[in-house]
């Protein structure tokens, strides 16, 4: 990479304490920035001149870096995840952005994700749905003949698409009214389509849905920003389901 490529960018990041803190804006250089590296290396490399100029470094959450952990969790110029279609902050890379650009970055904001410092916010709450109910409950023993239970093909293609979701929050960042249908939606259908999932499909929708609620995530007003927000794309067809497996559990 020659040098004459390098960006220069002004970012203008979310400092906060801890949770009581107010927080605030904090306006940061990253100089010499390569198109190639990734968004997370682009702060590695401002946190690394922040601990040599003796600063305390911004905390922002990480794991896999490959898009699979839901880990890292930022707001990139107002959109979830920087608002690339079907791309976590991870994998987002420095060519989208161009010499001379400010950018904003800041943590999931909502009522259910208090957030910790700077860019890390605490997503218990998404943990405590899954608790509720998003699991199926098995004997241990040995393994099962992958044959013992017939899936039809449409309804493992299916279950497969709401499995994509990675439990990222981008949903409920992305929402007006903080609302986690879109994830519990997921999570719910996955399991309601196979026959596996049979057996505690009431209970699960039932408490799954009173736990979203009681976590203090809003309700769904369709504006469908979830959907958009989304770096797996799942799509908002498994809040409808959702809201049937709900009703058939009334009954
Ligand atoms: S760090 Fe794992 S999905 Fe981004």
């Known amino acids: 990479m020659s040098h004459d490529k390098t960006m220069n960018l002004t970012l203008h990041v979310w400092r906060q304490k801890g949770p009581k803190d107010p927080g605030k804006f904090e306006v940061y250089d990253a100089k010499d920035v390569s198109p190639d590296q990734s968004f997370l290396e682009m702060l590695d490399e401002v946190n690394e001149d922040l601990i040599k100029a003796g600063k305390d470094p911004i905390a922002f959450d990480h794991d896999c870096r ?140 039932k408490e799954m849905t009173e736990t979203l609620q009681e976590c203090g995530f809003g309700n769904c007003t369709n504006h469908y920003e979830c959907q958009a927000a989304c770096p797996k794309g799942i799509n908002v067809k498994f809040i409808a389901k959702l809201n049937r497996e709900y009703l058939k559990s009334l009954f």
């Open 66 to 205: 490959e898009g699979i952990c839901g880990m890292c969790s930022q707001v990139i110029n107002g959109m979830a995840h920087g608002g690339q279609d079907r791309t976590t902050v991870c994998q987002l890379h420095m060519r989208m952005f161009k010499d001379g650009d400010t950018i904003y970055i800041e943590p999931w904001r909502a009522r259910a994700f208090p957030v910790i410092k700077d860019l890390v916010v605490d997503r218990i709450a998404l943990d405590t749905i899954i608790q509720a109910g998003g699991y199926t409950s098995a004997h241990t023993g040995g393994i099962a003949d992958g044959n013992a239970i017939l899936v039809p093909k449409p309804e493992a293609e299916y279950a497969m698409d709401a499995a994509e979701c990675i439990g990222c929050g981008a949903c409920v960042a992305g929402c007006p009214n903080g609302s986690a249908m879109l994830f519990t939606s997921a999570k719910v259908s996955q399991l309601a389509v196979l026959p596996q999932g049979q057996a505690e499909a009431a209970r699960r929708v």
